[in-house]
DNA sequence: CAAAATTATATTGTGCACAATATAAAATCA
DNA sequence: TGATTTTATATTGTGCACAATATAATTTTG
């Protein structure tokens, strides 16, 4: 009798799934990234900035922020608690004053030596085939590039 | 001569895959929830409360918290402000002065019929095949048990 | 029954996300 | 060139998440 709608249901939302597993690889980085004094966020940052990698220009905080889809409003606090903790530096451009410049300290690239061991310990605590984490990986990246493909005007 | 390791490539870690579709996700709902006054996190409550029904004991918030995976951290705020738009009430169960008990009003039950529009609403707006999406879910909520299986103790 | 332990929710504090706006510098245009 | 527009980052304010702790009520124990 009641409007009971499948289509409502908490367990047929692929949001809540998203959000719900989402939620829980973070719970998992927690502890393992706590010991290089990083947030999650802070972790996804470095990868970013490690991967931009150390010749060429220093990466900008836009850089940084389209390839994560993060704005300067996130960007700016979480840089300077990671300027603070000597992992890189801010400079602003000279040639264009608008640019800030990142770069990684020494302290910041010795910590990749001790991030190596992350995804490994991550995956090996985890007791699913390898293989199925690939696909998911790679249907989540599919979704997401149809999502961006349509998003921004649509 | 780099240590290029692979392992640390963004694009070869599958939480930030989920990270940034999530993201991408919960951009999507913003619009649409808006026109219900809910914020995404709010939208997910309050399914879990529709869903929880009108009948029987109303929802503990430990209820909704073991739902959702939120604590009180995060959902006492929440209702409160659930409670402030007229959607639900928190009332002291007499019997035992440490449960709130959340019961939805008229209104409450009233966003339910305008919210039933939503999840077609968004995956129309997807051009995404369906059964991608049943898949998709299907394989967030396994990982998600192995995950919580595992995990609290782990 | 009284003390101790447990339970349910609330509070406090930190760090994202994100919208909206501000600031300042550079590029474009009239 | 001077005015306008655009661009890059910063700031402000709101609302989650989550850890740590507080509070108060119930249950368990000695």
Same mark, same amino acid.
């Not at 597993?21 to 980085?29: E, F």
């Not at 061991?117 to 696909?135: F, I, S």
């Given at each position: 009798?009641?409007?009971?709608?499948?289509?409502?249901?908490?367990?047929?939302?692929?949001?809540?799934?998203?959000?719900?597993?989402?939620?829980?690889?973070?719970?998992?980085?927690?502890?393992?990234?706590?010991?290089?004094?990083?947030?999650?966020?802070?972790?996804?940052?470095?990868?970013?900035?490690?991967?931009?990698?150390?010749?060429?220009?220093?990466? @900008?905080?836009?850089?940084?922020?389209? @390839?994560?889809?993060?704005?300067?409003?996130?960007?700016?606090?979480?840089?300077?608690?990671?300027?603070?903790?000597?992992?890189?530096?801010?400079? @602003?451009?000279?040639?264009?004053?608008?640019?800030?410049?990142?770069?990684?300290?020494?302290?910041?690239? @010795?910590?990749?030596?001790?991030?190596?061991?992350?995804?490994?310990?991550?995956?090996?605590?985890?007791?699913?085939?390898?293989?199925?984490?690939?696909?998911?990986?790679?249907?989540?990246?599919?979704?997401?590039?149809?999502?961006?493909?349509?998003?921004?005007?649509?």
């Amino acid at each position: 009798m009641n409007g009971d709608d499948q289509m409502l249901a908490l367990d047929n939302q692929i949001c809540f799934a998203l959000y719900a597993l989402n939620r829980a690889v973070t719970a998992r980085y927690r502890p393992v990234l706590a010991e290089l004094g990083l947030t999650y966020p802070q972790y996804l940052v470095m990868l970013a900035l490690w991967e931009h990698g150390p010749g060429g220009e220093a990466a @900008r905080v836009s850089d940084i922020g389209a @390839r994560l889809r993060l704005d300067s409003g996130t960007l700016t606090p979480l840089l300077k608690r990671l300027e603070e903790r000597g992992l890189l530096t801010r400079r @602003r451009q000279a040639s264009d004053e608008r640019v800030v410049r990142l770069s990684l300290t020494e302290a910041g690239w @010795r910590l990749r030596e001790q991030a190596r061991e992350v995804p490994m310990q991550l995956v090996c605590g985890l007791d699913v085939a390898p293989e199925r984490l690939v696909t998911l990986r790679q249907e989540l990246r599919s979704l997401l590039e149809v999502l961006e493909r349509s998003g921004p005007s649509d």
